[in-house]
Nanobody
Framework: QVQLEESGGGLVQAGGSLRLSCAAS????????MGWFRQAPSKDREFVAA????????AYGDSVKGRFTISRDNVKNLVYLQMNDLKPDDTAVYYC?????????????????WGQGTQVTVSS
């Protein structure tokens, strides 16, 4: 059974930074693309960022390009989301997700495992 556990969320002022971490269980971490999604109250879950299994490719949602950076450590089974210049619109629960293979997709239907989520709140 794969488990994903997010950490690093919290309350930050606009313009500030946070780094989210996701710890993944299982021996085949490097064989799977990993992603971050977020869901704000009364809104659909949306794609934030994704990275391929060997970190050869990555993608970002339009609203976070240039501010967020996704990375991974395949030795420690960790994936990170560095979030800079945070805005109140970034307030949401952030979810770590694993894709079925080494690639990624923008679709919320693509991941096969999800974490429980971590709250990020950005005050103005």
């Amino acid at each position: 059974q794969v488990q994903l556990e997010e950490s690093g969320g919290g309350l930050v002022q606009a313009g500030g930074s946070l780094r989210l971490s996701c710890a993944a269980s299982g021996p085949t971490f490097s064989s799977h693309g990993m992603g971050w999604f977020r869901q704000a109250p009364s809104k659909d879950r949306e794609f934030v960022a994704a990275i391929s299994g060997a970190s050869r490719s990555s993608a970002y949602g339009d609203s976070v390009k240039g501010r967020f950076t996704i990375s991974r450590d395949n030795v420690k089974n960790l994936v990170y989301l560095q979030m800079n210049d945070l805005k109140p619109d970034d307030t949401a629960v952030y979810y770590c997700a694993r894709y079925r293979d080494s690639t990624w997709s923008l679709s919320v239907k693509s991941p096969d495992y999800w974490g429980q989520g971590t709250q990020v709140t950005v005050s103005s």
